[in-house]
């Protein structure tokens, strides 16, 4: 049994990492450091959890506990300092996205955990949604022939702004480090690292706010790659728009784990993961300009289980995590890049 820390207990935690670790028979959670200490509680008992220990400090619990795993859901300017902490107390690591702030940062930690002999994971769960897989394996298949075009969205509405930390301004806060490394990330794993990079990103809600809109393109010779997020989308959400020599998949709506989550149905229930028939894509195929073929796809189950399928066999040295340091530490290059292209105006060179 793998005992679990958790560090924060905001939407993150209670959403994408307790029921998890609640439905697993590999990791057991035994501490949580919040200063929610009745809501940590009362969160885990209704998932059967009882004799946690809460902290009230991210030291103390490092100090004090018997854990084996420490999970990082903190807001993102504590990543680092976080981490590094936990490898120096013999903890292995699971990291929210964004990893860090910065690629140094990105950089150091994986010598640390390197020399320390210890894993440290990025929680990049969103390759394990339904419509990305789907994508993959339409690719990975050659139904969309070459690829020409990828187009990303991940577009809400929330006009105005909350009170949370993502929303205000600070580091590695807004839309760029909150849904932009989920976006970079699929992209990455479909087709690598970019040649260059332009990126625009706005503060359309608040003057000198924090970042609520980015358009970002990934320039790979003849294919270019459009990932977008914005917060002043009212109708369906356009997913995927992908055009190749072969074919093209055009695909509305979001993964429907989030939600799920959100309504308190929990994974590994009847259900979970499977989206409904009417928001399946379409692939579109043609044998020449004037037959144009159309038929929806079956969208693929998405299961954010096997991010801890994964972190368990990388724990227990059976096979390395999916997402490589490497990816890791590029992810966090993209994000430097595409505020220096957004401030500079230009295309930046990714070296």
């Known amino acids: ?8 207990f905001g939407f993150a935690a209670q959403t994408f990492h307790l029921p998890f670790v609640a439905a697993s028979t590999v990791f057991r959670l035994v501490a949580v450091s919040s200063r929610q ?18 902290f009230g400090d991210a030291e ?8 084996d795993l420490v999970i990082i859901t903190a807001p993102n300017a504590y990543h680092y300092p976080l981490a590094k902490a936990s490898l120096l107390a013999s903890k292995h690591v699971l990291i929210e996205k964004p990893m860090v702030t910065t690629s140094e940062q990105a950089r150091d930690l994986f010598d640390l955990a390197k020399q320390t ?50 929303e205000q301004p600070g580091e590695g806060t807004g839309i760029w480090y909150d849904l932009g490394p989920h976006l970079l990330d699929q992209a990455l794993c479909l087709f690598g690292k970019p040649e260059a990079i332009t990126t625009r990103l706005l503060s359309q809600r608040e003057i000198d706010g924090a970042c609520d809109y980015a358009h970002c393109q990934l320039h790979y010779g003849n294919r270019e790659v459009i990932l977008h997020a914005s917060l002043f989308n009212s109708a369906s959400n356009l997913k995927f728009h992908v055009q190749g020599t072969e074919g093209s998949y055009l695909k509305y709506g979001l993964d429907p784990q989030e939600s799920q989550l959100k309504s308190g149905r929990l994974p590994g229930t009847e ?23 159309s038929v929806k796809v079956p969208t693929k189950p998405g299961d954010y289980r096997a991010i801890y399928h994964h972190l368990a066999m990388a724990i ?5 995590f999916p997402v490589t340091p490497e990816e890791a530490i590029l992810l966090v290059q993209l994000l430097e890049l595409g505020e220096q292209s957004s401030r500079e105006g230009k295309t930046i060179p990714c070296l």
């Open 1 to 8: 049994m793998i005992k679990v820390a958790m560090i924060g």
């Open 37 to 54: 200490p009745e809501l940590v509680r009362q969160s885990a008992a209704k998932l059967g959890i009882y004799n946690l220990d809460v």
């Open 60 to 67: 103390e619990m490092l100090q004090s506990s018997n854990a």
């Open 117 to 166: 002999q210890l894993q440290l994971c990025v929680f990049q769960n969103r390759r394990w949604d339904g419509d990305f897989l789907t994508v993959k394996a339409l690719i990975d298949h050659g139904k969309l022939g070459s690829i020409r075009l990828y187009e990303s969205h991940f577009d809400r509405f929330r006009p105005n702004v909350r009170q949370r930390w993502r």
């Open 271 to 293: 259900g979970f993961g499977l989206e409904d028939e009417a928001d399946f894509g379409t692939l579109y195929q043609a044998q020449n300009p004037d037959d144009i073929s």
């Open 316 to 320: 227990t040295g059976q096979k390395p």
